[in-house]
């Protein structure tokens, strides 16, 4: 129970069940708070009706139905019975069930079978791979901003004029944390020759009964009348192409030798077309460029021998493999920051890539900030009406009135709309508009795309305030962060927000409009949760905007001498999902230990001795699936759940992070948290929470990843619920998160010479528009083995590894998934010395492109989540294990595979010169304590850690001008940051860090390490090259490579 606080009244709420409903002792209700109308409130809180009514109830009547997510257990045998659908608990029919795999199962987790020791050609494989992003990204900063409006004073005709730059364009829809938008739109209603749209999607269509048909691919045809009737359930995309009318029906003409065009693409007719969609006419010489090769592929087939090659780190982070297609496609191709691929050319068959034992698959990052981004709104979103696909700039078009499905080949009537091309104000020119210029766009959705009205942002957050909460002292930096950004959370003047606190009881609190303060609501019966109020917790944010102020002043000082050490998180959690259940929305729960008491209770499973242990680790999947359940309720209501982790104990994140793994959350972990004692944790916390309160947001989303007819996606790696085949349900969307699929070649690609990829992402944005963001990636088909191996982006290759090695350990074992990556590498490096020509017998051999596989792959068993022999606490294994799940690709590898630089001696020598500011550019070294020596300061970038190693007899002038201390000894050993010092050393080095960290989202945690200092172990950890007690130096581990491979 918590303390009497000073300011707040508060009541004791027992389940209305009881006779005596509301049992107000008089410690909790009519405190003298010295407030005249306290009496008055708790006057008000008595005749609130407090009841169990599920909170949806009446609110969805006559609402287009939702889809309940089932899971195996019916919501009234769950040991949470009270978390049943609200739909139905309401007494209205059972909506038709989208089935769904027994979670456990499920698709979205599942790793493909033979991936053990002896990979089955058909799966085999691991991948992974990383981005450079850097100067690159901060280079498009200065692009020209592309802004298409109407002119609204003239109303009859079409004016699009391009806008000012990005600091003048109106924000409307402009992110928090930035994504400034081109926004073309383009209205039949403005059309003047008063055309009506008759190809209007509009609101003829019936209305969609699920998230498969709003995204999916189940509409009626939209040039046939609507039929009324809503049809049933799309057989799912990729797996069943519907048989087209042969009038439509545009076979691939076969290939011949006389003929170098691309065999597919040229249906009789094109030819007649005066002004031929210009990439088309690119096609066949990205189909030629494949025979002769170029020079870059030479340069990536250049075989190295790994033994004797030691320099084989680049002196810059590179690039992935640039896709061997024409200019024009590469200019409007994809970035690989948001989508890539394992293997830049893609096999033209199952068995070439099986030759060539790399995985297949795709990394995404599909909701980052972006710098530029083209917004569309138009009544029509042209989409194929086979396959659903988005027109997209890889489409052709046969002429000015069809096109055809780059997906599924399918010829589609170019709608009247599309004629007019709002960007050149002209008229047909249908491959002149934006959404065949872009690959990545995203559209103002209409109507059709909603199951129900946009909700507004909603954020509720759930804070644990026992006795171990409090002594980290985690409460203040929270309330504190979140009272600097309250005014920048993504929202607008529908916004809400509630908070829920909880040790042994949980706290709810009123903060409805017009109360003098806030009003503190305990509920103590926590095995059967209830909401005490409904239409006062979750309170529009700009009205009660100084209650919520005063709530989180007097948050910290509430519980500060609380004795009470338990902790109901599970029944937390339940009445958050009771409260979020009519709308959706963010979750946001803090969590500082175990859970001990109520549903949800978790124990200690961590034995300590074991955490150096050479053997198998337990217990790294959960040991209730309360958490996964919860999570898959709050997904079919439409809440994300963020799990904040602050614990110096053991606190099972393993069963933990099921709340947020399948609800499409974040999991935040900040080990040792003391708002003191560890000031380094406390700045990252304070950081993140910025980031994470003020960054863009999505709701209700869906992703669905459409590829050309002949490939299928069979496995997806991320946070989400897999809702059918392949729509992944993504309750929240933020951009922070990333998402990996595997991939197989289900049928020949021999009648293509491209395929390509679209994730298209559909979401209610802050702001309550429904939108739909479409990325499409387009890449090769290549027949020789050679052209495969030199296109493999090794860093995707090698996420994709870490992700299916996750998924491995927990579902097998971890040695298991550490024996499948070590097999991943022998069986390329064997597959490539089988099939090339003019390879050297002895030796280690890779391609170039491949050069860095051992090292990756050597530097991901070394990684917490992976490695063995090492003590690593179980939380932080896990943790790492989920960071490796969800984090985009740039992220991981820099976490697999942290930059090392010197930097005590950092000159202007090829610096980059940016705004004025000079930021050198030091050589990545190799991480390893050869590159290491006690006259510099080297700092390494692990992504989410940066250390700052300092040696003992480091030139004076760097500790002096950059570090601000007379000399070394006199180094604090808790340094977190570098002063700002006026010396030209200093603005070199600070220059070179910040521009480390611009491209970042999270702000890294930062230490200065001594070479004495004990703080010195998790520096040296890092160096993966060097050999450990318990694992292989990189040259021991080529070593062990060689002796696996077949002689
Ligand atoms: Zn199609």
New binding site residues.
């Given amino acids: 129970m918590p303390q009497g606080p000073e300011c707040l009244s508060t009541i004791l709420v027992q389940p209305f069940q009881q006779a005596a409903p509301y049992t107000m002792p008089t410690g909790y209700c009519g405190q003298p708070y010295n407030h005249p109308s306290q009496g008055q409130t708790c006057a008000q809180s008595q005749q609130m009706q407090h009841s169990v009514v599920p909170a949806s109830s009446g609110n969805n009547l006559g609402a287009p139905l939702h889809p309940i997510v089932s899971y195996p257990s019916a919501p009234g045998s769950s040991q949470y019975g009270t978390l049943r659908s609200s739909q139905i608990a309401a007494g209205q029919p059972p909506v038709p069930t989208l089935m769904q795999p027994p979670p456990t199962q499920s698709s979205s987790q599942q790793y493909p079978q033979g991936n053990g020791a002896t990979p089955t050609p058909a799966h085999q494989g691991y991948g992974a791979a990383p981005l450079s992003q850097t100067a690159t990204v901060n280079g498009q900063s200065n692009a020209v901003q592309q802004h298409y409006d109407q002119n609204l004073q003239n109303p009859m005709s079409h004016y699009y004029a391009r806008a000012p730059p990005i600091s003048e364009a109106p924000d409307r829809e402009r992110a928090p944390s930035g994504t400034p938008d081109t926004s073309v739109h383009s209205s039949p209603r403005h059309h003047p020759r008063g055309e009506s749209s008759s190809t209007t999607t509009g609101s003829a269509s019936p209305v969609p009964n699920s998230y498969e048909s709003l995204e999916g691919g189940s509409y009626p045809d939209l040039s046939a009348p609507p039929t009324g009737v809503p049809p049933k359930q799309a057989p799912p995309f990729g797996y069943n192409y519907p048989t087209m009318h042969p009038a439509y029906q545009q076979n691939p003409t076969p290939r011949t030798d006389s003929s170098p065009s691309h065999g597919g693409y040229n249906p009789p007719g094109y030819q007649q077309y005066s002004q031929p969609f210009p990439s088309l006419s690119e096609l066949s010489s990205a189909l030629g460029g494949l025979s002769s090769v170029p020079d870059l592929e030479v340069e990536t087939l250049r075989p190295v021998n790994l033994l004797q090659e030691r320099n084989i780190l680049p002196p810059k982070r590179t690039p992935p493999p640039e896709p061997n297609l024409s200019n024009d496609l590469r200019k409007v191709n994809c970035s690989p920051d948001t989508f890539c691929c394992t293997l830049t050319n893609i096999p033209q068959t199952q068995a070439l890539l099986n030759k060539a034992r790399l995985p297949l698959g795709l990394l995404l990052h599909p909701f980052r900030d972006l710098t530029q981004l083209p917004v569309i709104t138009s009544n029509t979103i042209v989409r194929?009406r086979?396959?659903r696909?988005y027109i997209n700039p890889f489409v052709s078009f046969l002429d000015q009135r069809r096109w055809k499905?780059n997906?599924?080949y399918?010829v589609n009537d170019v709608p009247d709309e599309f004629m007019y091309n709002p960007v050149t104000r002209s008229y047909g020119e249908p491959h002149k508009r934006p959404e065949v210029q872009n690959s990545t766009v995203e559209f103002i959705a209409s109507s059709d795309y909603m199951l129900r009205p946009p909700q507004p942002a909603v954020y509720l957050f759930v804070l644990d305030v026992s006795h171990n909460a409090m002594e980290s002292g985690y409460l203040t930096v929270f309330c504190q962060s979140l009272l600097d950004n309250l005014e920048k959370m993504p929202g607008d003047t529908r916004t809400r927000i509630g908070f829920v606190t909880f040790d042994s009881t949980v706290h709810f609190y009123n903060l409805q409009e017009g109360l003098s303060q806030p009003q503190m609501l305990v509920v103590s019966d926590i095995d059967d949760i209830f909401i005490p109020t409904h239409d006062s917790l979750l309170v529009n944010l700009k009205e009660s905007k100084e209650l919520v102020k005063d709530l989180l002043n007097a948050l910290p000082g509430m519980f500060t001498h609380t004795r009470e050490t338990r902790s109901a998180l599970g029944p937390a959690l339940q009445a958050a999902y009771k409260l979020m259940s009519p709308t959706g929305g963010r979750v946001s729960v803090f969590q500082t230990q175990l859970p001990t008491v109520g549903t949800g209770v978790l124990q200690s499973r961590e034995d300590p001795n074991l955490r150096s242990s050479t053997k198998n680790v337990q217990h790294l999947g959960p040991a209730t699936d309360f958490y996964k359940k919860l999570a898959l309720d709050c997904s079919g209501q439409q809440i994300g759940v963020d799990l904040f982790l602050l614990s110096s104990q053991y606190s099972d994140l393993a069963s933990l992070a099921g709340v947020s793994k399948y609800s499409a959350g974040s999991i935040f972990y900040y080990p040792s948290f003391h708002h003191i004692h560890n000031p380094s944790q406390r700045q990252k916390f304070q950081k993140d929470l910025q980031r994470y309160l003020t960054r863009k947001i999505g709701f209700e989303a869906v992703m669905r990843i459409r590829c050309t007819k002949g490939l299928s996606i069979h496995t997806f790696h991320g946070n989400f619920f897999v809702r059918s085949t392949d729509l992944l349900s993504l309750a929240n969307v933020n951009p922070d998160s990333g998402f990996a699929v595997q991939m197989s070649i289900e049928e020949s690609l021999a009648d293509t010479s491209l395929a390509c990829f679209q994730a298209a992402l559909l979401y209610t944005s802050s702001k309550g528009k429904r939108r739909i963001r479409v990325h499409t990636l387009c890449l090769p088909v290549v027949s020789q083995l050679s052209d495969v191996f030199a296109g493999a982006d090794i860093q995707a290759i090698s996420c994709l590894l870490a992700n299916m090695a996750i998924d491995r350990s927990i579902s097998s074992s971890l040695s298991d998934a550490r024996d499948a990556l070590v097999n991943a590498v022998v069986d390329c490096l064997t597959a490539y010395r089988a099939n090339g020509s003019n390879i050297q017998p002895s030796g280690l051999i890779a391609p170039s492109a491949l050069r860095l596989f051992p090292l990756y792959v050597l530097a991901l068993l070394k990684q917490k989540a992976l490695r063995t022999g090492t003590s690593t606490r179980l939380d932080e294994r896990v943790f790492a294990m989920c960071e490796f799940k969800s984090q985009p690709l740039h992220q991981i590898m820099r976490i697999v595979h942290p930059d090392l630089y010197r930097i005590d001696n950092l000159t202007e020598q090829g610096a980059l010169h940016l705004n004025d500011s000079v930021i050198p550019q030091p050589p990545l070294l190799q991480l390893t304590a050869e590159k290491l020596t006690r006259e510099g300061a080297f700092l390494m970038d692990c992504g989410s850690v940066m250390y700052l190693w300092v040696g003992k007899c480091c030139n004076e002038m760097f500790v002096r001008d950059v570090l601000g201390c007379p000399n070394y000894a006199s180094i604090p050993s808790s340094m977190t940051e570098i002063p700002e010092l006026q010396t030209t050393y200093s603005e070199r080095t600070r220059a070179f860090i910040s521009w480390l960290l611009e491209s970042r989202t999270f702000h890294p945690a930062f230490y200065v390490v001594k070479d004495d200092t004990s703080a010195k172990t998790s520096f040296f950890q890092h160096l993966v090259e060097d050999r450990t007690e318990s694992a292989f130096s990189y040259y021991e581990f080529l070593l062990h490579i060689q002796q696996q491979m077949p002689k």
């Fill in positions: 194929c086979s396959c696909t499905c997906l599924c399918r």
